[in-house]
C-alpha cells in the first residue's frame, strides 16, 4: 500500500530509519541548527526491516521533487534503499559505486546525489579510539561480527589507509551469518586488490563468533557490526566468549539494550579491555551528512567538532 508524504513547508532533513523517534538525533539536531545558524528541520520516517521496493522508491521520489525537503540520512535500509531507487539518483559518489549503498541523500541544484559516508564516518571513529601505532605496536587484528554495509565500509577505509601506508591491522577476520553476504564482500575486495590479509568466516550461530575471539592476538580490535542490540535484540557472541587481551571492544551502537557492551565490560578489568560505544561513529555519521545535505563546512575535529559533540552530550542528558 502505497504511503503518503507531505509537502514540508521549510527547509528540511530527513532521518530514514526503523525506529527514527528514539534517536538522540531528534533532540540533538534542532541545538545543532541553533549553533550552525541554520534554519532546518528534521524528521524521522520509520520504513520495517527489508521493505517493499516500492516503498523506498516512494520517499526517493519524495525528497527528489520537493523543494524543501533537501536531503537525508539512511541507516538500515541503506542498501535496500538503493538497489530498489538508484536510478532515481542523478549522480553518486565513488564509495556508493563500490558498496552499492547510500546513507546520504542530497541535492545540487536540481540534481539528487547519492553517498556512501560509511567509509569515512567509520574511518574518523576508528582513528579517534585506536591510538596511533596501536596495530604496529601490538600485532594486533581486527574482528568484525558482522558482514554487512557498515563492516564492509570500515573495511575500505583501512584499504585506503594501507595503500598510503598507514598503520593497519596486521589480519583481518569478518564473520557473517550468511555466505551471500560474505562472498558479496569477497568480490568488492577482490575488485579493489585488497591489501590486507582477510579471512572470511561463516558463523550462523553466536558461538562461532565466539570461536573467533579465541584466536585474536592480544591488542586486537572487536567490532559489533551486526546491528544486534539497536535494530535487533542481542548480541553476537555468547556470554561465554572471552575478549582479547588488551584488546578494544566497540559497538557501532549506542542506543538499546547493547548487550555486547555489558559482556565486554564484564571483562574489561581482567582483560585490559577498552570499551567504546558508538557515541563518536554518531557525531560523525551525522556531521557528515549534514555537511552535505546544507552544504556547510563541519570540521571532524577541532573546537567545532568539540563544541557539536558537547552540545549533543548536553541535550542528551538533559532528555534523558
Known amino acids: 500500500m502505497p504511503r503518503t508524504y507531505h509537502a514540508a513547508a521549510r527547509p528540511t532533513m530527513y532521518f530514514i530509519g526503523v525506529t527514527t523517534t528514539k534517536s538522540s ?13 541554520l534554519d532546518a528541520v528534521i524528521e524521522g520516517i520509520d520504513l520495517p526491516l527489508d521493505d517493499t521496493p516500492g516503498h523506498y522508491r516512494e520517499v526517493v521520489d519524495f525528497i527528489k521533487h520537493d523543494p524543501h525537503s533537501l536531503g537525508a540520512l539512511v541507516t538500515t535500509h541503506k542498501l535496500n534503499l538503493y538497489k530498489a531507487a538508484h ?10 559505486e563500490l558498496l552499492d549503498e547510500v546513507s ?41 561480527l558482522g558482514a554487512g554495509g557498515s563492516a564492509l565500509a570500515l573495511t575500505l577505509y583501512l584499504h585506503n589507509r594501507a595503500v598510503a601506508g598507514g598503520d593497519v591491522p596486521s589480519r583481518i577476520v569478518v564473520t557473517g551469518r550468511r555466505e551471500a553476504r560474505l562472498r558479496e564482500m569477497r568480490t568488492v575486495h577482490e575488485r579493489l586488490g585488497f591489501t590486507i590479509p ?9 558461538r562461532d563468533n565466539d570461536a573467533r575471539l579465541r584466536t585474536l592476538a592480544p591488542g586486537s580490535v572487536v567490532v559489533n557490526a551486526t546491528g544486534l542490540g539497536k535494530d535487533r535484540p542481542g ?86
Open 25 to 37: 538525533i531528534m533532540k540533538v539536531f534542532p541545538a545543532w541548527a541553533r549553533e550552525l545558524n
Open 87 to 96: 536510478d532515481l539518483f542523478d549522480g553518486v559518489g565513488h564509495e556508493t
Open 104 to 144: 546520504s541523500i542530497s541535492k545540487r541544484g536540481d540534481r539528487l546525489w547519492g553517498h556512501a559516508m560509511d567509509p569515512l564516518t567509520s574511518g574518523l571513529a576508528l582513528e579517534a579510539i585506536v591510538p596511533d601505532g596501536h596495530w604496529s605496536r601490538t600485532g594486533g587484528e581486527l574482528l568484525l
Open 198 to 206: 582477510i579471512d572470511y568466516q561463516l558463523a550462523p550461530e553466536p
Open 235 to 320: 548480541s553476537p557472541l555468547t556470554d561465554a566468549a572471552q575478549f582479547p587481551q588488551d584488546g578494544i571492544a566497540w559497538d557501532f551502537n549506542y542506543r538499546g539494550d547493547l548487550v555486547f557492551l555489558d559482556q565486554a565490560r564484564a571483562q574489561q578489568g581482567a582483560r585490559e579491555l577498552t570499551v567504546v560505544d558508538g557515541w563518536l561513529y554518531f557525531i560523525h555519521g551525522w556531521t557528515r551528512v549534514m555537511a552535505e545535505v546544507f552544504h556547510l563546512d563541519i570540521p571532524t575535529h577541532g573546537p567545532t567538532f568539540e563544541r557539536l559533540s558537547r552540545i549533543a552530550r548536553d541535550v542528551t542528558k538533559e532528555n534523558a
